[in-house]
Nanobody, 125 residues
């Protein structure tokens, strides 16, 4: 199970920190992903972090967003700074038993068994 929190409404230039609390699987061994989807747009990979702590980011968020995790708490985070209106979307966390990564353009892949959260809304005005 994955449960996101921390979304909300913020003005352009503001910050939010999303959290994803997990349970029911071997968190440390999974690759974790943040994905977002705005109405009428394709689902876009935002950032990933693997079991070794290696990260990848879409170019659209690089330098503004930071993915991190607390293995002791089985929790994934996404620190979002310098938010822009185009960051408005539903943000989902996900975990993959295999590999995961996001490409510069926002395409992403996840292999193996996947778990998904329901999402948390981020609105930037």
């Amino acid at each position: 199970q994955l449960v996101e929190s921390g979304g909300g409404s913020v003005q352009s230039g503001g910050s939010l920190r999303l959290s994803c609390a997990t349970s029911g699987f071997a968190y440390e061994s999974y690759c974790k992903v943040w994905v977002r989807q705005a109405p009428g747009k394709r689902r876009e990979g935002v950032a990933t972090i693997d079991s070794g702590g290696r990260t990848s980011y879409a170019d659209s968020v690089k330098g503004r967003f930071t993915i991190s995790q607390d293995n002791a708490k089985n929790t994934l985070y996404l620190q979002m700074n310098s938010l822009k209106p185009e960051d408005t979307a539903m943000y989902h966390c996900a975990a993959a038993s295999g590999a995961c990564s996001v490409y510069s353009g926002g395409d992403y892949y996840m292999t193996g068994r996947n778990f998904w959260g329901q999402g948390t809304q981020v609105t930037v005005s």
